[in-house]
């Protein structure tokens, strides 16, 4: 017979919600808990997706300044980067961020249980370990959070990140893109310019394009037959393919049926505003409840979970899914940053907005840097009706920073004025955001 422990909390996956609410609820609660990893501890973040990524993008850019060596005075030649240097500067901050990770449940008091787990009863889990081992796994309270997995086809603006990447460390590369332009969700003036400054960098595109088929094998060489409007290119030859994949919840093979647990039509686990699932006491998270599929949005899952679990009221509501913001960056060289409604969205829902619009180069510390980067700008969506700001984009060095300031005003419904007399430290990026609301339209 299979060997049975039971905990207060049980985790399934140790993705950001999973591994910060086992810490929570072991340390502040002195709960028995316990996280069930197969395979990445941590999750996809620390191992191979965001961090890995902006380790490689850090190693391109300074690649990239080392070649613009001239605008700063520098004359010394800059060679060929070499791939297997930046590869270790990644691993070896991977490796610290796992130590890390291993520390913290350590400290916390959770245990690790490793391999691979599936539901075979209410709040009961079969977990099987690498050498076939079994035991069975219950819990007064579960949560799922085993995240997702790539899929073919789909676009996601993570590849257009990589492919800035890749070429600045020397490689030649290739974006072929179905739609009629890269990053549909974005407004046109951002996507275009964008693609406009890649392709200044040698990045190739080739738009409304569709492969047809793939010959040879990827890190080896490879064929591509092209169905272009146009037909003016039919192949491309090259010795990789980096696909752009989207992501599909991983929830078909952990018995969810047997657990009660339901899934909607794309397969993502049904849950209620507090990350509830059709199961009692049983709870979902991240990517698989079909949150969007960033890591802070993971920790925000954490936030409902651990108010939730601990009776919390917050300002006196409770936090749900449906009524928080949803931040973003592209991580591409220049950044995009976006939260609220983007202005085609506010168009084609009959929003009525002011807009203000600031270009880069009134965002003074944007002259101290390198060139090119004062091209791009920042634009705020105000409502009509009450002065609050209704959306923001931003194109530009380090835009992400920006989001914070205009976030908190967004969650807080403060008017835009309140940020348009705001000290702003000078010269600072952010500094530019009072410029930029001070330029309002009255109507």
């Known amino acids: 017979m299979s060997e049975s422990t039971h905990y207060d909390l049980v985790c399934l996956g140790s993705g950001e919600a999973a591994k910060v609410l086992a810490w929570h609820h ?72 796992l130590d890390l990770h291993r520390r913290m449940f350590e400290e916390n008091g959770v245990e690790l ?54 070429k600045r460390l020397g490689a030649q590369v290739t974006v072929i893109e179905r739609g009629p332009r890269i990053l549909k969700n974005e407004d046109a003036d951002v996507a275009d310019l964008l693609q406009e400054i890649l392709m200044e960098e040698g990045v190739v595109f080739h738009t409304s394009t569709t492969i047809t088929r793939i010959q040879g094998h990827s890190g080896d060489e490879v064929v591509l037959n092209l169905s272009t409007p146009s037909s003016e290119i039919t192949s491309l030859e090259g010795t990789h393919i980096l696909t752009a994949t989207g992501r599909t919840p991983n929830t078909s093979l952990i018995g969810l049926d047997l657990a009660n647990i339901q899934t909607t039509p794309s397969g993502h686990i049904l849950v209620d505003e507090h990350n509830r699932t059709t199961a009692p006491h049983v709870y979902a998270a991240g990517d698989c409840a079909g949150s969007p599929y960033f890591t802070h949005m993971g920790l925000d899952d954490f936030r409902i979970l651990r108010d939730i679990l601990s009776g919390k009221q917050v300002d006196g509501e409770e936090k749900m899914r449906s009524t928080r913001q949803v931040p973003s960056s592209l991580f591409t060289d220049p950044e995009i940053a976006h939260v609220g409604l983007r202005e085609h969205e506010a168009k084609a829902q009959g929003v009525g907005f002011r807009l203000a619009r600031l270009p880069m180069d009134m965002f003074l510390r944007s002259r101290t840097m390198e060139k090119g980067a004062t091209r791009g700008f920042a634009k705020a969506l105000i409502s009509v009706e009450d002065d609050t700001i209704l959306g923001f984009t931003a194109i530009g060095p380090h835009a992400g920073e920006f989001l914070p300031v205009v976030q908190l005003a967004m969650e807080k419904q403060l008017p835009y004025t309140d940020l348009s007399d705001l000290i702003l430290v000078h010269p600072t990026l952010n500094e530019g955001l009072g410029m930029l609301f001070d330029n309002v339209p009255s109507t």
């Open 26 to 97: 072991a340390s502040t609660q002195k709960k028995r808990c316990a996280v069930i990893e197969r395979s990445m501890l941590g999750g996809s973040c620390p191992n191979v997706a965001c961090l890995p990524s902006k380790n490689l993008l850090y190693s391109a850019k300074v690649a990239h300044l080392a070649r613009e060596g001239t605008q700063f005075g520098l004359t010394s030649h800059v060679g060929e980067v070499d791939y297997g240097v930046v590869k270790k500067r990644k691993d070896e901050m991977v490796k610290g961020l």
């Open 113 to 166: 249980i490793w391999g691979e787990g599936k539901f075979v009863g209410e709040r009961t889990i079969e977990v099987t370990s690498a050498d076939g081992g079994k035991r069975i796994v219950t819990a007064d309270i579960v949560l799922v959070n085993t995240g997702s997995r790539a899929k073919i086809p789909n676009n996601i603006p993570g590849l257009i990140e990589l492919a800035q990447a890749m």
